[in-house]
Structure formats: structure tokens, C-alpha cells
């Protein structure tokens, strides 16, 4: 016995197990197994098949249709696939274990919830629900016009959960893709159409997000006979202010990369492939913990977060990124541990009660869905931190076995001396996940604030830090501006306070890089490392130093490791990581890598375009090519580099190489690319 696959949206095709392709007689022979097959395993009354179909036609002689388009239906069949419609006198029944049906596939993919569950169901929506149908009678077109409605519906809800789960974890490129897929369904959204002028805004791309605000509108104007928004407004003139001299008019045109519509299945073949792991080592995610009764969720997914740094700490296991996490919150242990790639999930729940705080923390293996350990801790606000403390200690000894009370005690970071300092921190570091330039501020007046109630926050300098690095890279595209003394003397002063702080330690690496102390980057990235060998933002940013300090082998494997713990990461992952594999000479994995974000960071083209050249590719340059020159010709017409700098210039100043084979190799690349 054989099934078959059927599929309904974007018009119906049904293939056998082994991919022959079925064709049936009549559009009405199709119609009743559409309508069957939406409906599977349930059985439909002969009559009210009869009335469906059709309907305008005497009683007798629409029986005798329906009796006549079942034994051609199943006719039409091979003969191994017949049993899957069951008949008798009064009904008829389509067997869903026999009948694979896209629709059913969908709503249950939509329904489970997870980035990978909602990318494999938007896959499965070729188009409309039996779109460009054959008029098979009034009755039966209003149950299909019901069901598109419905499934549009559904398909709506996912890519708007796809767009919140991109917009959260930093998917910049796939998160453009699915906005204009929203917008292509109802153009009338504006927050939609602001989302994606913020993206746009991020690649440096003004002029497609002016063309974005220009098209919204319009929209508006002649659907509503409105005008955007007070808040697109302002967006509209944040745009302009950072343009090349402050005019539309000199904003350059809309620019593509070939691979864009192939990023999701590069995402998908990445995962994948980072998945396969064989080194001894337990690995644990942590999710976010459900609160109770909070109207900010900062709180939940600030400590998850804090628990899996501090378990990082702990060389012997492998901690998933927090950020690929975010979005599993209420997703079943087991399914999430899955898709994660984590033996273990750690979960839990919180309720905070004016000065009091209850967490509830599950330890769940992900193959058997057996709980580990499980504990209620009930403490002070005061006392979360020891709390905190506990609950890495119980989970550490859960998985790994017993450790010392000194192993223990060494693995701990300064703790803080406000709880307000601290709970302002979490809140600085949930804004800085928003990929728009008001997070990033908001995130520095959160952390500001943090360093005034508890000048000894070690934390809360790092997080200045990063916020002015985002700022200035992200939304300047200028990595010369580093700005290297004021992040050079935010990560000291993080230091002086906290020696423990890997991410301090990172910072300060990466401003002694940039600064041309390059001694002292490496001893301070080889100590985050040494820290905390899972923080994956740090492996990311230690993977580009070790490739500019010379360290090849190390660069590679390090980013690599970076990959692998954050399953959904932030784009610029993909820029400097893919740096890292370039100058350590893996060019078709760095390719690979980068086409998961052709425009991750202002250089990723010059890098691409260099990685096709030394593959042999130059027919593959030009694109990146053309990208790299219009990036420079804005930086140029900012006015903060002289004008006779070239592309090949601008882009060894953002990559400070320690080694002069290095630069030459680079170069080398870039002139092989065509380059000038």
C-alpha cells in the first residue's frame, strides 16, 4: 500500500510516494478531493458532497454525479493507492495516514510555533489555497473563498512571528524579506512599513529607506487620505540627518545582492551543518523564564541570560546562546532542546512580590524529556544573586557531577551592589537586542543610569561600551571611528573593577586592536576566551581579532564555535566571522558563511568579493564590487575620510592587520576581484 502527497496551496498537484505525478479526469473529480483532503479522516455525507458540487442540479441526477466522480477519483489512482478514499452508501472519507496534504502540514507546522516550525510552513505556502480554481459552483466557492481567507490568515500570523523573531535575535536580511512579504499582503501597515525602514536604515541603505517612507505614504494617502504617523515622521528626518550632505535627492538608488532570495535556505544548511558536533561535552540551553504578573518581560529573559553566562564559565559544558533562545518561550522542552541542539534545557518561571522574588527551575534531558532536577527558590531581592548562584551550582552539578567549592567560587563574576543598578542593566541589555538606533540609545540611558546608582558595575561599563560600538558601527558604518579611546577606557575601568569579566576583557581587546597595541589585544582576548569559553558574542568578536592578530588556526575554530552555539545569532556573526575565515584561508566556507548576510557589515561585500576571486570567481565579484564602491562613495561624501581615499584603503582600515602577509593577502584578493 502507497500514499500519496497532495498539494493544495498555489493550486493542487498530487504525486505518488515515489513521485509519479497523478492527474484526474475533471475539475469537479478534483474539487472532491480537495475538498476530502481538507477535511481528512472525517466522513462527508454522499448528499451534502452532492449539494456541494453539484448543487444545480436536480437531487437524483446530482447523487449520480457525486457516485460517478468517486469511481473516477478513484480510477485516477494507482491501484496501491485506492485505499486511502473509503466509501460506503451514505459517506465518503479521505484517510489521512495514506494522504500527505500541505494544508494540514502547514496549519500544524504554524501551530508549533518555533523560527524552524514557521520557516518550513512558509515554505509550504506556494499561494493561495487551490488559487486560479476552476468555477465548480456557488456553493463551493464560498467554502474555498472561506478558506483562503482563513489560511491567509494563518500565513499573516506566521510571517508576523517570523518578523518578531528576526527583529529579536538581529536577522536583518531575512528580516527585510518577510516585511515585504507582510506589506505585499496589506500595505496599509505602517509599523511594518517603519520596521523596515529601520532595517534598511541598518545596512546603510537610505535611499531604499526613504523610497520605504515615500511608498507608505502614498499608500496612505490614497487608500485612508491620511499621512504617516508623528513617530514615521521622525523617522523620516533621522534618515535624511544621517544622509551623505542631509538631502534626499543625493541618496543613492536601491542596491541587490544575487544570493538575497536564497538566504533562508542558506540559514537553514548552516544549522544544520553546525549541528553535527561529536566533543564529549554535555550541552545546555537556557530559556527564558516565564513571569508572572509582569507587564516587562526584561526581568525573565535578563536572568535566563545571566544563568547561562555564568554556566559558560564552566569549560566542560556547551551553552547555547541566550539569544537564539528568545524565541522559545512556552515552547515544550524536549522541541526546543531539539532544535537547539542541546542535550539539556534548563526552564523555570519567576514571580516577583514587591521585595521578593520566587523562581521555579526544571533541568529536562531533551531525548527523553526526563526531568533532571527540578527546585523552588524563594529569596529577597537582595538575595538574588546568591539565588542565581545556586541555581548555576545545582544545574553544574546536574551535569557535569560534583566540583569544588573553589572551582565554583572562581568561576564567579563580581556580583552587584545595587539591585536596582543591576535590574537597569537588564534593561539596557534587552533594549541593545533591538536592531533600531533608538534601542541603542536607550540602552546607553539605561546603562548610564546603572553606573550612577553602583559606580563599581562592572557590567554596566561593558554595556556602554557595546552600545557606543553599535551605534557608531551599525548606524555610521564607520569602523575607523571606532571611537577606541572612549570604549578603551569604559573596558578598563570594567576591568579595574571586575577582573573576572570576560566580556570587559573582550571590549578591551578589541579597542587595544583598533588602537595598534596589538600585545595587549592578545593577552586581553585569550583572556575572555580563557573566561568563557561559550559567550558566543565574545567568540565572535575574538574570532575577527585572532584573524588581524595573525592567529589563524585559532580565529577559525573559535568563530566556528561561535556558529555552532548560536543557532539564530545577530548578522554581524556572519561579517566577522567570515572575515575570520578569508584571512585564515577557508574561502568556500567563508562564502558560505556570508551569504547568510551578503550586507552583515559594511566590509562583508569587499570580503565576499575577495573569497570568489581566490576561489577562481570572478565572473561572481562584481556585485559586491559595486555594493563595496557605493558604501564608499557615501563615507566619502560624509566627509570623514579624505576624498582620494580608495575601497582597497578604506577597507584595511577597518581590518588592522598585525602581520604584513596579511594585507597583502587581502589585497592581493581585492585587486583579483577588481578592485582599484
Known sequence: MQFIRLSLLGGIECVTGGGDEVRFPTRKVRALLAYLASNPDRHHSREKLASLLWGDSPDEIARGNCRKAVSRLRQALPADCRDCIVA???????????????????????????????????????????????????????????????????????????????????????????????????????????????????QDRLGSALDQYNRCREILAS??????????????????????????????????MPERGGIADALSIDKLRRRRRDNGRPSVVVLPFNESGQRSHHLGTGIA???????????????????????????????????????????????????????????????????????????????????????????????????????????RRKRPEEWQAYDLWLQGSSALRRADLNGIREARRFFEQAVAKD?????????????????????SWNHWGFLQEEALALAQRAVELDERDHRAHCMLGVARLFGGDYDGAQRDVNRALELN???SDVLAHASVCLAMLGEHEAAVETGRRALYLAPHR????????????????????????????????????????????????AKDCRPYLEVMNRHQRVQLGRGWFPEETSCIDWVLGMNPYREPSDVEHLVGALRKAGFD
Open 533 to 535: 569559553s561559550n559567550d
Open 570 to 617: 545577530p548578522e554581524w556573526y556572519v561579517g566577522l566571522i567570515g572575515n575570520a575565515l578569508f584571512t585564515g584561508r577557508e574561502y568556500e566556507e567563508a562564502i558560505e558563511t556570508m551569504l547568510q548576510a551578503p550586507q552583515a557589515l559594511c566590509d562583508t561585500p569587499a570580503f565576499l568579493a575577495a573569497s570568489y576571486a581566490q576561489m577562481g570567481q
Open 455 to 475: 559606580p563599581n558595575f562592572a557590567r554596566a561599563y561593558v554595556g556602554l561600551a557595546i552600545a557606543r560600538l553599535n551605534e557608531w558601527a551599525c548606524f
Open 305 to 411: 541570560e545571566d544563568i547561562a553566562v555564568e554556566l559558560g564559565r564552566f569549560h566542560a559544558v556547551d551553552v547555547i546562546a541566550p539569544l537564539s533562545a528568545v524565541s522559545y518561550t512556552g515552547v515544550p522542552s524536549e522541541q526546543a532542546g531539539a532544535e537547539l541542539a542541546a542535550d539539556f534545557v534548563l526552564t523555570g518561571s519567576l514571580r516577583l512580590r514587591e521585595q521578593s522574588v520566587r523562581l521555579t527551575v526544571r533541568l529536562v534531558e531533551t531525548a527523553s524529556a526526563r526531568q533532571i532536577w527540578s527546585e523552588i527558590f524563594e529569596c529577597g531581592i537582595a538575595d538574588l544573586f546568591d539565588t542565581q548562584d545556586r541555581i548555576v551550582q545545582r544545574a553544574v552539578h546536574s551535569l557535569l557531577g560534583g566540583l569544588e567549592a573553589a572551582e565554583l567560587e572562581e568561576a
Open 88 to 202: 460506503d452508501s451514505l459517506s465518503i472519507c479521505l484517510r489521512s495516514d495514506l494522504v500527505e496534504v500541505d494544508v494540514a502540514l502547514f496549519e500544524h507546522l504554524a501551530a508549533c510555533g518555533t523560527p524552524e516550525t514557521l520557516e518550513r510552513a512558509l515554505a509550504l505556502y506556494r499561494g493561495p489555497f487551490l488559487e486560479s480554481f476552476e468555477d465548480c459552483g456557488e456553493e463551493f466557492e464560498n467554502w474555498l473563498l472561506t478558506e483562503q481567507r482563513r489560511l491567509e490568515e494563518v500565513l499573516r500570523d506566521i510571517l508576523q512571528r517570523l518578523l518578531d523573531h528576526y527583529l529579536a535575535t538581529g536577522g536583518i536580511d531575512r528580516g527585510i524579506q518577510i516585511a515585504l512579504r507582510l506589506l505585499a499582503m496589506d500595505p496599509l501597515q505602517e509599523g511594518v512599513h517603519r520596521t523596515l525602514m529601520r532595517l534598511y536604515m541598518y
Open 223 to 256: 487608500e485612508l487620505g491620511a499621512s504617516p504617523s508623528a513617530e514615521t515622521e521622525r523617522l523620516r528626518q533621522e534618515l535624511v540627518k544621517i544622509s551623505t550632505s542631509g538631502s534626499e535627492s543625493t541618496l543613492p538608488n536601491e542596491d541587490d
